[in-house]
């Protein structure tokens, strides 16, 4: 399946966006998707995730409670609405695909990393100015 993230901008500290990652060759419905992000001479970062069916996500630390992961399945998209966004949010998202019997990347005791992901779009730069 590829993928391809949009949605970027720049926007004030305090401000919302919405990504949204289309996929195209392939049915979203037979992967656990999920969002990274990375700053320059950074890792990529895990920012959230949600099962094949949208029953289960996972959300990083950092952005839990601004920040919120949906699909739907019917556009062959998935969702990254951001909201009170701060300057550290600036990044390059990606969104990922991964197997949808890879069930610990929704394990609130796991942090998903990119090996568990087979399919990766090109990212979509976030700019969060203060």
């Known amino acids: 399946v590829q993928l391809q993230a949009s949605g970027g901008g720049l926007v004030q500290a305090g401000g919302s966006l919405r990504l949204s990652c289309a996929a195209s060759g392939g049915t979203l419905s037979s992967y656990n998707m999920a969002w990274f992000r990375q700053l320059p001479g950074k890792e990529r970062e895990f920012v959230a995730a949600i099962s094949w069916n949208g029953g289960r996500t996972s959300i990083a630390d950092s952005v839990k409670g601004r920040f919120t992961i949906s699909r739907d399945n019917a556009k062959n998209t998935v969702y990254l609405q951001m909201n009170t966004l701060k300057p550290e949010d600036t990044a390059v998202y990606y969104c990922?695909?991964?197997?949808?019997?890879?069930?610990?990347?929704?394990?609130?005791?796991?942090?998903?990393?990119?090996?568990?992901?087979?399919?990766w779009g090109l990212g979509t730069l976030v700019t969060v100015s203060s």
């Open positions: 990922a695909a991964a197997s949808s019997y890879q069930g610990r990347i929704l394990s609130s005791d796991y942090v998903p990393n990119r090996a568990d992901f087979a399919s």
